[in-house]
């Protein structure tokens, strides 16, 4: 059975920075692209970035392009959000997901695990 388990997240300032983690178990990581996703309250889930099962292709939403760098190492079978320059807009339930295709996706519905979720706000 495949898990996925989040590390990071908490509460920051205007302009800091905060890396998320996420270890996947059970499951030929190497193999599965990885997303992460935020959901902010009263808002839907949404796309932040993904890699592919290689790391050789990422993609990010236009709102954290440049800011955020997603990251894999497949000897550890983890995937990082690396987040910089944080807005309050930041500020969601971050989300790691895993799909068992190679190629990364931006809809919540093609990803297959997900991790617990992982809070991260952002003050003013």
């Known amino acids: 059975q495949v898990q996925l388990v989040q590390f990071g997240g908490g509460l920051v300032q205007t302009g800091d920075s905060l890396r998320l983690s996420c270890a996947v178990s059970?499951?030929?990581?190497?193999?599965?692209?990885m997303g992460w996703f935020r959901q902010a309250p009263g808002k839907e889930r949404e796309f932040v970035s993904s890699?592919?099962?290689?790391?050789?292709?990422?993609y990010y939403a236009d709102s954290v392009e440049g800011r955020f760098t997603i990251s894999r190492d497949n000897a550890r079978n983890t995937v990082w959000l690396q987040m910089n320059s944080l807005k309050p807009e930041d500020t969601a339930v971050y989300y790691c997901?895993?799909?068992?295709?190679?190629?990364?996706?931006?809809?919540?519905?093609?990803?297959?695990?997900w991790g617990q979720g992982t809070q991260v706000t952002v003050s003013s």
């Open positions: 890699i592919s099962a290689s790391g050789s292709s990422t």
């Open positions: 997901a895993s799909r068992r295709l190679r190629l990364g996706a931006r809809k919540d519905f093609e990803y297959d695990y």
């Open positions: 059970g499951g030929p990581f190497s193999s599965y692209a």
